[in-house]
């Protein structure tokens, strides 16, 4: 447990952002609006659980650290956490994760509850299946609504907030639906037919190019400028590129060896989906034949036994796996915050550089 | 066929409507933009097959008939047909189909792609359902982004522009997605539960709310305002959401009664899947118990025969369940039109009303 002052004060500051960006979610009367309560309770599924709010989080920050007024920023954070819900929501259908933060996944939950109802089992897969995804479009449709809310709640210009739906709505989701498609792919394709580069480039298209958005959205508030040429507005853009980078790799590493109960979901189940990661990607170079044989024996087989998984996980650290993408992780986050040297000393940027630490020193 | 003058000038003006739209969404490079090839590809599996292109006719008329520039409203005819699009991928999976105008459903294509590649059987399903869920999702980005270009590409005022993002993302997409899942709902439920008003509620969400959007849309920038209280802006909502409603009423008809070469979709796959439509509400009240058993015997059955759906299609059609639609098809179809009094006679108002009674009169 992290218990100086500086880190105090972090934890501190990201609670208070978080409590700020969840009311802003559960003033609205948009929840009323939603029927049948079917879709109304699968949208508010996982925000009510609450997240991490890291990606509003930079971007309230990113606002403050530039001198705007973060509070201006609020419908812009709750879009990049809501945008964020309706991706996992997504992704977990086609990850066939069945946990999330401790409960069952939204295409789980409605799955079981059409079972209860009498449906029967392949209608009641499909009901979970239908309601998940559907579910995900309402989410990604308010998320837009919310930067509407820039303007229309805000004040912020119109043609600023026409440019940061284009934005997310082009470049955004292009590369988030790339990254992700690439993990689905890379899943089927052998291990040594990879690079560690294009596994990197697939990551920072499902993690990175979101909160490198977060970060460029709030300081484009914060200085009220389309221009993304901006010194300060390149530098949080760089920062946050980085740091998403390696969030995702100590997702990674956690996915591997993390705790289950404080993850919320099932350890090994990035290795049954397949997922071809730096860690599986380093550790595979130097495998003899066993530690290889042990490695792909639980890779993409979704039947593995723990007892299997255990193996597997000793093989990817004593090969220097784990230490190895640590090394990465920390390497993107010192780049990361050199970008910042630019920004004039303030308390944000004294937050953002504990950020940055937070993506790859927390547990879960 | 038809031949009269007053259709030919509506034929030709529709079809010069479809191919700017279409030309639109061809000339940007959006395409080339779009990783990896198969997101590529299944994004614009439907679009290069080409619609009907209704919703984005409505909106471009509703333009022209208020005075505006129907050519600065295309980037939101482009955009509705799009949004259109994003449904039906999602939908198709929702729906089980396997068949859209006569070529594989993208799940089903990309599936069937997987199997070639020597994906198990399981896992090619899953690939293809993963694939068209995040085609509908880069569609529904797309669509969003064509309605910034209105701002960035046609000076439409950007506050205008930010109301109509927003009218689409709230508004537009809770009935969408409130008649999709009572339509899924409906198929689980005893028929004798439901009300014709409340299936004729499910199909204005399922199709009419788009269809008022489109009208409203192009109306709202023909006149550049984000006034929706105006008269002719009134009027043209009002015409768009009866006509959209009786178009839906005219897919249920073709559902049951239509040529398969021509809708391009198995004839019975309605009945397959369980649809609660106005036909078979309509059929069941003054059904027989034998009549009743061979409607129920085909209902939500995706196993049924060739022979059992010929056989409840003939019961709904003796029972009057056809006519009866038909009869609710055009009252709307009239009640639509009585809205468009207000407006000035011009060309755009007359290929409206030719539009109207396109909406029930055609044959797919």
């Known amino acids: 447990m992290s218990t100086s002052k500086a880190d105090t004060t972090f934890d501190n500051e990201l609670t208070k952002r978080r409590e700020m960006v969840y009311a802003y979610l559960e003033s609205q009367d948009y929840r009323q609006r939603l029927t049948p309560p079917d879709i109304r309770d699968a949208v508010y599924s996982y925000i009510r659980m609450g997240g991490k709010t890291l990606r509003p989080a930079v971007l309230l920050l990113s606002c403050g650290a530039v001198g705007g007024d973060e509070k201006r920023a609020l419908p812009a954070a709750a879009a990049v956490e809501v945008y964020h819900t309706w991706t996992l929501v997504h992704d977990d259908i086609i990850d066939r994760d069945t946990k999330r933060r401790g409960a069952p996944t939204v295409h789980e939950e409605w799955a079981r509850k059409a079972l209860r109802l009498g449906y029967d089992p392949v209608d009641a897969n499909h009901y979970g299946l239908s309601i998940a995804i559907l579910a995900g479009d309402i989410q990604h449709s308010w998320a ?175 090969l220097g796996g784990i230490d190895h993408t640590r090394d990465l992780a920390r390497k993107l986050i010192e780049q990361g915050k050199s970008h910042l040297e630019v920004l004039p000393p303030s308390l944000h940027k004294g937050l953002l550089l504990s950020w940055a630490n937070y993506m790859v020193e927390r547990e879960f």
Not at 160 to 169: E, G, P
Not at 217 to 237: C, K, Q, R, S, V
Not at 245 to 269: M, T
């Open 144 to 318: 837009i609504s919310l930067l509407s809310e820039l303007y229309t709640g805000m004040h912020v210009a119109a043609p600023l907030v026409v440019r940061l739906i284009q934005r997310l709505q082009t470049y955004v989701i292009r590369n988030l639906v790339d990254g992700e498609t690439l993990d689905i792919q890379f899943s089927q394709s052998p291990i040594d037919t990879l690079s560690e580069e294009a596994i990197l480039r697939m990551l920072w298209g499902k993690t990175g190019v979101l909160y490198e958005y977060a970060a460029q959205a709030g300081a484009m508030i914060g200085l009220e400028t389309e221009d993304t040429n901006h010194p300060f507005i390149e530098a949080l853009t760089q920062f946050a590129t980085k740091c998403g980078i390696a969030f995702q790799l100590q997702d990674d590493i956690l996915g591997i060896i993390g705790d289950e109960s404080v993850l919320g979901k099932p350890v090994g189940s990035d290795l049954r989906e397949g997922k071809r990661t730096t860690i599986v990607h380093y550790a595979f170079q130097s495998a003899n034949k066993d530690q290889k044989g042990t490695m792909l024996s639980v890779l993409g087989n979704r039947s593995a036994t723990l007892k299997q998984i255990e193996e597997a996980t000793a093989v990817l650290r004593s």
